[in-house]
């Protein structure tokens, strides 16, 4: 069973009870047209046609009601109709709006209506109709806003839905067709209902309005200039909205709609709402409130992916950038593979020079082959300097943001777990100071330093790795901890040492690429890092320095 | 014997070739390079060689690269001819088949020098005979 069921079988039952209740009192508190003990007996077949039909809806909600006014008249049957009493038949016309099932509504009346009659001594006044008629219209003002509420409920949920299921990039437009369900199946008027066809989202973009998305693909489409400009240059959008807006799309008239405007943070949104059969710009206002809260939803929901969409874009920018470094490097191999072709024969040749097997024709292919070697040891190491040389380097760590230990703990943390069932970690500071400092550093370059550390941790580790954060008055410190193998002792030194010294880069620039991909990139952070050994356990401490956060509540 | 040579670098190989000439054909061989695919435009014409000799990276005025030169003779040529394929990287086992050649000639792996030549030759029975 539903929330929603469970409570209105709730209130059901609760409103029963208070019949009953109050029909105690009455049978106590008035002259008795019937013995009393028949009142109390009345109780049983009410309960029991009531407790038989609670839990269906339909044709049995039509049961309960004629159930609850037979109690009601036979309670009150022969008594005068005085405040009590006229409550007593009052209380299903005043709950009506709590009542699952909307045919009853015409019935309700009738039956009270029917009910004065009897109890007056079958005699007709208008007073029944009107005071009837006051309670049909406030029950129907109180359905109307709760049905208002319920609809905006209704379509919070589908864009609820659609965010737990669909929110993958340059899909939002699906949202709109669960809202285009809500839309046409509301009942407001009984006379205006109509048809919602399409929704479509414009954005604002530099003084000009192009497409976000829409519930139908669009190729083309034409929009009243005058609308533009008046939007464009708007200055408050709190109750911005249009209706019938010259619109054209798909070269299809769609001029029976209406308009939504949206701000958030960094962009305006148009929602248009096209109606198919007729649209009438008052009664559209009902329309409109409803959707107010659920466009701006939904212009959030498009803020984030279009947030998502640039920040990949940037992503993208940068890797070409180093894929083209990449390619110009292979190229630069491709060219030097060739040179080798001179070489390889110059060489092979020596040997039958070496040999005296060479007679004067073959000294003069061997000498033009020495020429053509000359020129390719040069033409070799142009290249081959360019490419050292390049200050275009793919990757540079030297633009540094400010980032809390969160941050630090946040980005070691997921990348640990990559590599470990569990973050084994010790913190050592004060956390409710984290706060109040920052450190600088570059999140691509700590991220490549953190996952070379941590790769090479899984692989030569023995055990007991470890992260520990801790502190100084000035420096955050985070060391990486574990035993290694004993046997591997050698290694581990010569490692240590390659690291920690600042004489070897040179040689290091030839012989191993990681140790001096982590180096630089703590240099560039100025970040500085040391590697202890002490028996068979290594430690990397790295060292970040407090900044005061400018940004904090401190 | 006419051996036609497509590759764009060729003074890388030049003396390879003519030393080969000279120290196993006694000069017999008649050695035509070709930059490009479209610098030898009848390929019909290649019916009266004795071996091709394709290099897989043609330049990049060529209209076809190697493989794309190999399929073109496949189709065009009524006899089967020899060629040999000259790569800077090694191929795959299946590399026929991924570039949709009828299929498999031998593939020689540069950097090449004159005796490398030399047996790729005697392995297609392309030998001196004086």
């Given at each position: ?314 992503m993208l920018m940068d890797f070409r950038k180093k894929y083209f470094h990449i ?143 801790s502190e100084t008055q000035t420096q955050y410190l985070i060391s990486f901890r ?73 | ?130």
């Amino acid at each position: 069973m539903t929330l929603q069921k469970f409570t209105n079988k709730t209130l059901s039952i609760f409103f029963r009870l208070i019949i009953i209740l109050f029909g105690i009192y009455i049978i106590n508190y008035k002259d008795n047209y019937f013995e009393c003990y028949w009142y109390y007996l009345a109780i049983i077949p009410y309960l029991f046609i009531y407790v038989n039909t609670v839990f269906n809806d339909g044709f049995s909600s039509k049961i309960r009601l004629v159930n609850d006014y037979l109690f009601i008249v036979f309670l009150i049957y022969g008594k005068d109709l005085d405040i009590v009493t006229a409550t007593f038949l009052l209380l299903p016309v005043i709950n009506s709006p709590n009542h699952s099932g909307d045919k009853k509504s015409i019935m309700l009346y009738v039956l009270f209506v029917f009910s004065i009659f009897l109890l007056n001594n079958y005699k007709f006044s208008w007073t029944f109709i009107i005071v009837t008629f006051a309670f049909r219209i406030v029950n129907f003002i109180t359905d109307s806003r709760n049905k208002y509420f319920e609809n905006i409920s209704k379509l919070n949920k589908e864009i609820e839905l659609f965010l737990e299921k669909e929110l993958e990039l340059r899909k939002s437009y699906k949202v709109y067709n669960g809202i285009l369900d809500v839309l046409n199946n509301i009942k407001f008027l009984k006379f205006y209902r109509p048809t919602f066809s399409k929704i479509i989202c414009f954005k604002i973009d530099k003084r000009k309005i192009i497409i976000e998305n829409s519930s139908v693909f669009v190729w083309s489409y034409t929009i009243d200039d005058e609308f533009i400009q008046e939007v464009i240059n708007a200055k408050d959008l709190e109750a911005l909205s249009y209706s019938n807006i010259n619109l054209e799309i798909n070269d299809v008239n769609c001029s029976k709609n209406f308009f939504l405007v949206n701000q958030t943070k960094n962009n305006r949104y148009i929602f248009v709402f096209v109606l198919e059969d007729f649209s009438n710009r008052l009664f559209n206002t009902y329309y409109i409130s409803l959707l107010q809260s659920i466009t701006a939803r939904i212009s959030k929901v498009i803020g984030i992916e279009n947030s998502i969409k640039n920040e990949n874009k940037k992503m993208l920018m940068d890797f070409r950038k180093k894929y083209f470094h990449i390619q110009n490097a292979e190229k630069a191999m491709h060219f030097i593979r060739n040179r080798f072709n001179t070489l390889d024969n110059f060489i092979e040749m020596s040997k039958d020079n070496i040999n005296g097997k060479m007679d004067g024709d073959d000294l003069k292919l061997y000498s033009t082959e020495l020429d053509r070697l000359e020129r390719s040891y040069k033409l070799l190491m142009d290249r081959v300097k360019a490419i050292l040389d390049k200050s275009d380097k793919p990757f540079s760590a030297t633009k540094l943001e400010d980032k809390t230990l969160n941050f630090l703990f946040g980005s070691i943390r997921e990348i640990w777990l990559d590599f470990f069932e569990t973050f084994n970690v010790e913190i050592d500071v004060d956390v409710n100071l984290i706060d109040k400092f920052t450190v600088k550093l570059n999140s691509d370059g700590l991220y490549i330093l953190i996952l070379d550390w941590i790769a090479n941790l899984k692989k030569y580790s023995e055990k007991d790795e470890i992260v520990v954060f801790s502190e100084t008055q000035t420096q955050y410190l985070i060391s990486f901890r574990n035993q290694f193998k004993i046997e591997d002792k050698k290694d581990i030194l010569e490692l240590r040492d390659d690291f920690n010294s600042t004489e070897r880069d040179k040689i290091l620039q030839r012989t191993s690429h990681g140790i001096l991909i982590m180096k630089s990139i703590l240099e560039e952070m100025c970040v500085s890092g040391v590697i202890e050994v002490d028996g068979n356990i290594i430690e990397l401490k790295l060292s970040f320095k407090k900044e005061e956060n400018e940004n904090s509540d401190f | 014997m006419k051996i036609a040579i497509f590759e764009n670098e060729y003074d890388t190989v030049e003396i390879a070739f003519k030393y080969l000439n000279k120290k196993y054909f006694n000069y017999s061989l008649k050695l035509e390079n070709y930059p490009s695919s479209d610098s030898f435009p009848d390929l019909k014409k290649l019916q009266d060689y004795s071996l091709i000799i394709i290099d897989l990276d043609l330049s990049s005025q060529s209209s076809l690269d190697g493989f794309g030169l190999i399929k073109k003779i496949e189709k065009t040529l009524v006899e089967p001819i020899k060629i040999l394929i000259l790569t800077g990287q090694a191929l795959s086992d299946k590399y026929d088949v991924e570039n949709g050649l009828n299929k498999k000639y031998p593939v020689l792996e540069k950097p090449i020098n004159y005796n490398k030549l030399n047996n790729q030759f005697e392995k297609l029975g392309i030998k001196y005979i004086g």
